[in-house]
């Protein structure tokens, strides 16, 4: 019997598993997909927002400054890749400057620090390549760009060491109550708890109607974007946003934790799935973000994608217990900025759970930080101590992103090991760079086959069944 | 050829790059610079050609047909010959422009060197699908041509069965026949221009000979599948490339090709601050391939994109021999410099500035046009005067021309500018497919130069009569091609004795008749090759008593 079962491996289900480790109890997270953050957290714009945007008095402010803050104090000791930034609001009329001065009152509501807005000199300085029709900017010190994989994979790995546990390719069947405990049928088995938490993204309101009357609905909205070459490395400082409409926080164009550019996104209702770019939907980004920043080289672009937003009917996030069904939770309709939040949230659940009761009482065995050796990142001294240790981390694998044999080898080692190509990448960054994985795919593909195993035809791009060898030639 | 357990701090020419480009530079600056380094990244020298398995190397620098591991290993030979000091594995992290070079190495760690002159010779990348933004779903099956045969020819692992390519450059369409030689079903190759960026040759011999059709004026829009791809959808392009509503159609397919066209990979020249064009992103050069950064110089594909590797190698020759005088003391003697500009008609020339010197007698040019040209002329310009002319038959952006300019010819000028002078701009393009007419007489299209004569074939009694050639070499093509068309067979063979299975590349050791291609590729997949064999040993002899051998392109020795 497990105390509480998570289901649902994006940000917020991994996020509340850390949470969780740092107490004693029997945790545990279903995933759909063989890979945590696979559906909204895989695909977004990277930003740890400040939290101005929600409204003063929302579930959607509290944890946005407290996310916020969270991130920044604790992104370094978990290795996640993370930048303090800052980030520009940036209006083009006398009616856009009003928009900043209630974005401006509505962030000191929220008990956002650092806010500013600047104009003329100042504003330029800070962003050369800005529009010169810009008239003025709130300047949100405290945003940053965060990589939405490793804040997942971080607390995911620390709190598997500390005891907790995630299963893969589980999909969740049906839920019931009997006897106060909960039985959750899955495709591998049946699994039971004395709490379940609803963290299912696009999918929680069909899990929720698995146990309550549906009292929200998810209506999902997907984005695209493109990311530039890490060559355009510059052309922007901080987070850059037009002023936001009914449509969203609209395009704006940023680094990434990585170096690169990101662009994007624009804001279409959508299928749970629709993880496709359109041509409409790119000239749309491309329209926007010239306006804000004139000489941006879109030629640079060496990816587009698509996320699906897990919006939902209601104006707020929905976290809470179930006021139907005791001991159920849910922790749903976490859109925008739900990356930031998350791991707020995730402390909000774990006293909602005590308060439920669910017993405290401390893990010694919590792990609170990892380290990850990132050979790109090292001092020349580290880097020759590093490679004499393992010769591996002198094989590069990955040139573009300059990532190891050795740094492919490691996470093998750590707790959630990769079983796709594209899961190595969102772990070391292997095909990330400007050729895309022309030249390293076939490497990556060997190593995953060699340490599993198997034939290079079993080990997919990403999700089960997308493969990328067929068979052998002869 | 030296292979080391260490290295020392200085160098006088440091070589980045063990392709083509690398080696021949790496050899020619030996000849006359002691310490000469070269570094590559990958496990074995080579670069690219160790998984071009195709032939079609080698004509100018070794007077025969090769294939691509077959010239990597001959070049690989003249540089055991030497002093050089080689490093594979050796994975270049930054350059200065104090021409200090920092890599890393799995035995020797993290190594920084200081070269009095550095090459760089780090070829290009492929497009990919982010750069040319094709629509639609993103499953897996969507590969450059290059990963797609990196997989196929060094792995022996095949992509896919039914296969569309996109893109009609010269990687696709020998991937298009390759796939289908290993059993896969190519759809189509799709074009987005009205004509082939590939040579004629690979167009006849890849695609018609199999069968495949090349549509030009068509491109994918957008791409299906939630897993892995099922189908695209293609559609017909107007005159400025864009879809054209009404058009489209659904192919079903597991696979695609994107053959789109090549990036020169000037990271490093970037990183020290070598003037580059903007417009094809290579770096600016002088005509013995120096950079803007004095000591620093490039060749190969990081210069400019090359059809044919036998040019890369003389570029090499070129950089390795100016490299190895800088490093040497001996700068450049010159009197005066002359710009060479890209004129009408052209997407770029390079070199970009001549030093003209008592020493120098010629001076080569490279370009490429912008567009499908008949009969023209290529004119040197110097302000409003023409200085020179090239006719010529035929121009196409596919293929890099090459024009001679002599001292004295330009020794008055400051700057030239190379332009195109035509009445035939894009005259119609053909794709250069066979027909029959009802009383047997064939058309096709010569393969020996680019100009690609129309031929036409009338056989009479037992004679064939050839017309529409230009010069003798189209009537020995076209009277063997009409009765007897014969192709050398390149394939690959499964070896044995290694932890991995893998393959070697092999060929046939002349042509054989085209209709017996198939059962040739039958009887080579059954053959397993034992470690260690060297290049050039028989695998197959005689095979279907045509007496042609199966011999091995490249040796076996790796260690088991």
């Known amino acids: 019997m497990e105390d509480v079962i998570i289901i649902g491996g994006g940000v917020s289900g991994c996020s509340l598993l850390y949470a969780l480790s740092r107490y004693k109890g029997n945790f545990l997270l279903l995933e759909k997909e063989n890979d945590v953050a696979m559906g909204s957290t895989k695909a977004n714009s990277g930003i740890a927002h400040a939290g101005y945007d929600p409204e003063p008095g929302t579930k959607m402010a509290e944890h946005n400054v407290q996310g916020n803050a969270w991130i920044r104090a604790n992104a370094k000791k978990l290795g996640i890749p993370f930048v303090q930034t800052g980030s520009l609001v940036v209006a083009f009329d006398e009616e856009e400057k009003l928009t900043l001065q209630s974005l401006l009152e509505r962030g000191k509501a929220n008990g956002v620090p650092d806010l500013s807005i600047i104009e003329g000199q100042e504003l330029f300085l800070l962003e050369p390549n800005l529009s010169r029709d810009a008239l003025a900017a709130l300047y949100a010190k405290t945003t940053g760009v965060v990589d939405p994989w490793a804040l997942s994979f971080a607390q995911a790995e620390c709190a598997i060491l500390g005891g907790g546990k995630v299963q893969l390719e589980t999909e969740v069947t049906g839920i019931s109550k009997q006897d106060g405990y909960?039985?959750?049928?899955?495709?591998?088995?049946?699994?039971?708890?004395?709490?379940?938490?609803?963290?299912?993204?696009?999918?929680?309101?069909?899990?929720?109607?698995?146990?309550?009357?549906?009292?929200?609905?998810?209506?999902?909205?997907?984005?695209?974007?493109?990311?530039?070459?890490?060559?355009?490395?510059?052309?922007?400082?901080?987070?850059?946003?037009?002023?936001?409409?009914?449509?969203?926080?609209?395009?704006?164009?940023?680094?990434?934790?990585?170096?690169?550019?990101?662009?994007g996104p624009d804001a279409k209702d959508s299928g749970k799935e629709d993880t496709s770019v359109t041509a409409e939907g790119l000239d749309y980004v491309r329209q926007r973000a010239t306006k804000c920043i004139p000489s941006l080289n879109l030629r640079a672009s060496i990816r587009n994608f698509t996320g699906v937003r897990a919006n939902s009917d209601q104006s707020d996030f929905v976290i809470g217990e179930s006021l139907e069904t005791a001991g159920f939770f849910n922790v749903a309709g976490i859109k925008s900025p739900g990356l930031t939040s998350a791991v707020s949230i995730a402390q909000e659940m774990v006293d909602l759970l005590f308060k439920a009761g669910l017993k405290k009482s401390l893990n010694a065995k919590f792990v609170r930080?990892?380290?990850?050796?990132?050979?790109?990142?090292?001092?020349?001294?580290?880097?020759?101590?590093?490679?004499?240790?393992?010769?591996?981390?002198?094989?590069?694998?990955?040139?573009?992103?300059?990532?190891?044999?050795?740094?492919?080898?490691?996470?093998?080692?750590?707790?959630?090991?990769?079983?796709?190509?594209?899961?190595?990448?969102?772990?070391?960054?292997?095909?990330?760079?400007?050729?895309?994985?022309?030249?390293?795919?076939?490497?990556?593909?060997?190593?995953?086959?060699?340490?599993?195993?198997?034939?290079?035809?079993?080990?997919?791009?990403?999700?089960?069944?997308?493969?990328?060898?067929?068979?052998?030639?002869k | 050829m030296n292979s080391v357990d260490k290295v020392d701090k200085k160098y006088g020419v440091i070589v980045i790059g063990g392709g083509p480009g690398g080696l021949a530079a790496a050899v020619e600056a030996s000849k006359t610079c002691d310490k000469v380094l070269l570094l590559e990244r990958s496990p074995q020298l080579g670069g690219i050609l160790n998984?071009?398995?195709?032939?079609?190397?080698?004509?100018?620098?070794?007077?025969?047909?090769?294939?691509?591991?077959?010239?990597?290993?001959?070049?690989?030979?003249?540089?055991?010959?030497?002093?050089?000091?080689?490093?594979?594995?050796?994975?270049?992290?930054?350059?200065?422009?104090?021409?200090?070079?920092?890599?890393?190495?799995?035995?020797?760690?993290?190594?920084?060197?200081?070269?009095?002159?550095?090459?760089?010779?780090?070829?290009?990348?492929?497009?990919?699908?982010?750069?040319?933004?094709?629509?639609?779903?993103?499953?897996?099956?969507?590969?450059?041509?290059?990963?797609?045969?990196?997989?196929?020819?060094?792995?022996?692992?095949?992509?896919?069965?039914?296969?569309?390519?996109?893109?009609?450059?010269?990687?696709?369409?020998?991937?298009?026949r390759r796939m289908t030689l290993e059993g896969a079903k190519v759809l189509g190759v799709y074009e987005v221009m009205p004509y082939s960026g590939g040579l004629t040759r690979n167009i006849v011999q890849c695609l018609n000979d199999y069968d495949i059709p090349?549509?030009?004026?068509?491109?994918?829009?957008?791409?299906?599948?939630?897993?892995?791809?099922?189908?695209?959808?293609?559609?017909?392009?107007?005159?400025?490339?864009?879809?054209?509503?009404?058009?489209?159609?659904?192919?079903?397919?597991?696979?695609?090709?994107?053959?789109?066209?090549?990036?020169?990979?000037?990271?490093?020249?970037?990183?020290?601050?070598?003037?580059?064009?903007?417009?094809?992103?290579?770096?600016?050069?002088?005509?013995?391939?120096?950079?803007?950064?004095?000591g620093v110089f490039a060749c190969g594909n990081v210069a400019q994109v090359h059809d044919l590797v036998d040019f890369v190698s003389m570029e090499g020759i070129k950089a390795g021999a100016a490299a190895a005088d800088y490093a040497n003391g001996i700068k450049p003697s010159y009197t005066k410099t002359v710009r060479v500009e890209a004129g009408e008609h052209l997407l770029y020339v390079t070199p970009s500035q001549v030093r003209l010197g008592d020493d120098k007698k010629i001076v080569e040019l490279f370009f490429r046009v912008s567009g499908i040209f008949g009969a023209s002329s290529i004119q040197v310009v110097s302000g409003d005067t023409v200085i020179k002319e090239f006719k010529k038959e035929h121009l196409a952006p596919g293929e890099l021309e090459k024009i001679v300019l002599t001292k004295q010819q330009i020794a008055e000028c400051s700057s030239i500018r190379i332009g195109v002078a035509s009445q035939n701009k894009h005259s119609e393009y053909q794709v250069p497919v066979q027909t029959v007419d009802p009383d047997g007489s064939k058309h096709f299209v010569c393969t020996i130069c680019p100009k690609g004569c129309s031929l036409t074939a009338k056989v009479q009694n037992e004679q064939v009569e050839i017309t529409g050639n230009a010069c003798p070499r189209g009537d020995v093509y076209g009277k063997q091609e009409a009765v007897f068309p014969m192709r050398v067979v390149t394939s690959t063979v499964k070896t044995e004795g290694f932890a991995h299975t893998f393959c070697v590349p092999v060929k046939t050791t002349a042509p054989i008749p085209k209709d017996k291609v198939a059962k040739a590729m039958q009887l080579i997949n059954a053959v397993v090759v034992k470690n260690p064999a060297p290049r050039g040993a028989v695998v197959l002899r005689d095979i279907l008593g045509l007496g042609v051998d199966v011999v091995l392109t490249k040796t076996l020795s790796q260690p088991i």
Not at chain 1, 192 to 208: H, L, P, Q
Not at chain 1, 378 to 394: E, F, R, W
Not at chain 1, 398 to 412: H, K, L, M, P, S
Request: charged letters at 25%.
């Open chain 2, 214 to 294: 090349l549509h030009l004026s068509h491109t994918i829009t957008k791409i299906h599948g939630e897993k892995r791809v099922e189908a695209v959808t293609i559609s017909k392009v107007d005159e400025n490339r864009q879809p054209i509503a009404g058009t489209e159609h659904t192919v079903e397919c597991d696979t695609v090709l994107l053959s789109v066209g090549l990036i020169p990979e000037n990271e490093l020249n970037i990183e020290m601050g070598v003037d580059m064009n903007g417009r094809t992103n290579t770096p600016v050069l002088f005509d013995n391939m120096e950079t803007s950064v004095p």
């Open chain 1, 369 to 473: 930080s990892r380290r990850v050796a990132r050979l790109h990142e090292m001092s020349d001294t580290a880097k020759k101590l590093q490679i004499a240790k393992d010769p591996k981390h002198g094989n590069i694998v990955c040139r573009c992103r300059q990532v190891t044999e050795g740094e492919i080898a490691d996470t093998f080692l750590r707790p959630l090991p990769p079983r796709s190509v594209d899961a190595v990448k969102r772990r070391v960054q292997t095909g990330m760079g400007r050729c895309q994985g022309g030249f390293c795919t076939p490497k990556v593909v060997e190593l995953l086959a060699e340490h599993y195993g198997v034939d290079m035809k079993e080990i997919p791009q990403d999700k089960a069944g997308t493969y990328i060898v067929d068979g052998d030639a």
């Open chain 2, 51 to 176: 998984q071009c398995i195709h032939n079609g190397f080698g004509l100018h620098m070794f007077k025969e047909e090769l294939t691509g591991p077959d010239y990597a290993e001959k070049y690989i030979e003249k540089l055991q010959d030497t002093r050089v000091v080689v490093l594979t594995q050796a994975m270049v992290l930054e350059t200065t422009k104090q021409k200090q070079v920092s890599f890393i190495h799995p035995k020797l760690g993290f190594v920084k060197v200081q070269a009095e002159a550095l090459i760089v010779a780090t070829g290009c990348r492929e497009r990919t699908r982010g750069a040319i933004g094709i629509s639609g779903a993103r499953p897996s099956g969507v590969f450059t041509a290059g990963a797609a045969q990196l997989f196929l020819n060094l792995d022996a692992k095949t992509v896919g069965k039914k296969v569309v390519i996109l893109g009609s450059g010269d990687i696709g369409l020998i991937m298009a």
């Open chain 1, 182 to 263: 909960f039985v959750v049928d899955t495709n591998k088995g049946r699994f039971e708890a004395k709490f379940v938490v609803n963290a299912a993204g696009v999918y929680s309101d069909e899990i929720s109607t698995m146990v309550e009357t549906p009292h929200f609905a998810i209506k999902p909205k997907n984005g695209e974007y493109f990311l530039l070459d890490t060559s355009e490395k510059g052309i922007v400082g901080t987070v850059v946003f037009p002023c936001p409409s009914k449509l969203g926080k609209g395009v704006l164009v940023a680094p990434t934790a990585h170096g690169n550019i990101i662009v």
